[in-house]
């Protein structure tokens, strides 16, 4: 989530596996907080949204369902 670009599918390595995300929209919140939009390979219409917190850490904030 650091530094790809919007549509651009990254592998990253987890503790247990490999992951690749698919980041699909930059935007920061009104009350300043970085967040990004993204979809991991092995979900179908789920988009989740991290947003970096006050240490510079990429935390989940949200999961919804989007048709595709």
Partial sequence: LETSPDGRTVTVNGAKAQHRITPLATFV????????????A??????SVACRDDAGAWRPRAV???RT
């Fill in 29 to 40: 919140t009104d009350d300043g907080f970085l967040c990004r939009e993204y979809q991991l």
């Fill in 42 to 47: 092995t979900t179908k219409g789920e988009v």
């Fill in 64 to 66: 919804t369902a989007r």
